[in-house]
């Protein structure tokens, strides 16, 4: 059965450093499109960054460009989030997913919609 697990999250102060781990069972990660999502409070939920099957093409939004990095651990079937420099705004619940099938496409998609397979999700809070 497939399957997602976060982990990582906490409280942090802003300007502080988290890394999310995101690990699946049931499927071998590395051949699918993975996709951070996060959803604070009275917002939809959106696209952070990605990381395409196979070729491992990076994705992010424009709100964590150079502050978040997504990197994939194909021995440990895991997709990690690396994230510096964090704001109040960045505080949400994090969610990774995959798509439906692997795919050979070198650019992923920060649309919801996109993405079958959704773990349970962990809480980021940035605050002083």
């Known amino acids: 059965q497939l399957q997602l697990v976060e982990s990582g999250g906490g409280l942090v102060q802003p300007g502080g450093s988290l890394r999310l781990s995101c690990a699946a069972s049931g499927f071998t990660l590395g051949y699918y499109h993975i996709g951070w999502f996060r959803q604070a409070p009275g917002k939809e939920r959106e696209g952070v960054s990605c990381i395409s099957g196979y070729v491992g093409s990076t994705n992010y939004a424009d709100s964590v460009k150079g502050r978040f990095a997504i990197s994939r651990e194909n021995g440990k079937n895991t997709v990690y989030l690396q994230m510096n420099s964090l704001k109040p705004e960045d505080t949400a619940i994090y969610y990774c997913?995959?798509?439906?099938?692997?795919?050979?496409?070198?650019?992923?998609?920060?649309?919801?919609?996109?993405?079958?397979?959704w773990g349970q999700g962990t809480q980021v809070t940035v605050s002083s």
């Open positions: 997913a995959t798509a439906p099938s692997p795919s050979l496409k070198h650019l992923c998609s920060h649309v919801p919609g996109e993405y079958s397979y």
